[in-house]
């Protein structure tokens, strides 16, 4: 009998629903959004039992890879970037939907990280640090060969460390946060503030401007990803590891984004006299990264 988990990546924009086995292969997969005015958990569980329903064999759990932050000890959730969804009940909604107690809760860049270092970018690594860079920006951490949760569940809570405690004010309520900066919707933002125009400003649409030559996608790009740089050094200062895995929407637009931010990362890594291997390294796994570190969750207790 097939053995599988329902795994679930839920983000700013979208939720990602999908039947992974232990083999750890993607049977089915389904998207919701999870936008301003979407009834988010009426779809995601309509997916979800759309999912289970033509799925065949043993469902062992499902685990779940969320936008933070996470309230572990209670099974609940405060998505930033979800502002209707505060403390809410994602490990008690997915128990009574599948009937299972095993119930697999950690953050969405944490599952990531998680993902690529088991099966994707991060195979040769002890230490590895692990982010998504999109409409939000989030991280996780590999250390010593094992996945560093913290105290709450909440480590390496990337996104939103503040790099500039002077600067804007993020939709977290704190200032200068790095998601502020170098997410893909706010690259788009500081562009359109200096001049760049486009019927369809998006990121996707602000980076194929930057390979034309616009001064203005070029000018945000280059900030957005020095903004990055910085952040991503400050733990790799913290931390004395070099291993970095990179992936999300932005981080597939090519080597207008990775060029300048392989710069700005070296650049400020010499000030720390000891940050001279740092290896930058794009997400294998891509879009199915989140769902299968989610899985990994359920389908990892299994094998132990």
Same mark, same amino acid.
């Given at each position: 009998? /097939? ?11 979208? %939720? %990602? ?7 750890? +292969? ?12 979407? %009834? @988010? ?28 932050? !996470? ?14 969804? &505060? +403390? ?30 088991? !099966?994707?970018?991060? =195979? ?12 939000? @920006? ?55 503030? @200096?001049?760049? =125009?486009? =019927? ?27 903004? $990055? ?6 733990v790799l200062d913290i931390l004395d590891i070099n291993t ?6 932005? /981080? ?8 300048? !931010? ?12 000891? $940050?001279?291997?740092i290896d930058l390294r794009p997400a294998k796994l891509d &879009?199915?990264?989140?769902? $299968?570190?989610?899985? !990994? ?8």
């Open positions: 009998m /097939s053995r599988y988990a329902l795994a679930v990546d839920i983000g700013a924009t979208k %939720a %990602a629903l999908g039947i992974v086995t232990d083999e750890f +292969k993607i049977l089915d997969k389904i998207e919701v959004p999870t936008g301003a005015g979407t %009834a @988010i958990w009426q779809d995601i569980e309509g997916a979800s039992r759309k999912l289970l329903s033509n799925a065949e064999g043993k469902c062992l759990g499902v685990g779940i890879g969320s936008a933070g932050p !996470l309230h572990l000890d209670a099974g609940e959730i405060s998505p930033v970037n979800i502002p209707n969804w &505060r +403390k809410f009940p994602i490990v008690k909604n997915f128990s009574n939907l599948v009937g299972t107690e095993n119930v697999v809760l950690h953050g969405d860049a944490m599952a990531l990280a998680h993902a690529e270092y088991r !099966l994707g970018a991060g =195979q040769d690594s002890q230490n590895m640090f692990g982010m998504v860079v999109s409409t939000g @920006i989030g991280g996780g951490l590999v250390l010593d060969g094992k996945l560093f949760t913290g105290v709450t569940g909440n480590a390496s809570y990337f996104g939103h460390h503040s790099i500039s405690f002077e600067g804007k004010k993020c939709v977290c309520g704190r200032i200068g946060c790095v998601e502020t900066y170098a997410s893909g919707p706010k690259m788009v933002e500081y562009a359109l503030e @200096i001049g760049w =125009q486009h =019927q369809h400003p998006d990121f996707k649409n602000l980076a194929e401007d930057a390979r034309n030559g616009n001064k203005h996608a070029l000018e945000s790009i280059n900030r957005g990803s020095r903004a $990055l740089a910085n952040a991503i050094v400050n970095v895995v990179i992936g999300g929407g932005v /981080s597939e637009s090519g080597e207008i984004y990775w060029k300048p !931010l392989r710069e700005h990362v070296l650049n400020e890594a010499k000030f720390a006299g000891f $940050l001279s291997k &879009r199915d990264a989140g769902l $299968l570190g989610a899985a !990994l969750g359920v389908l990892d207790n299994e094998r132990e």
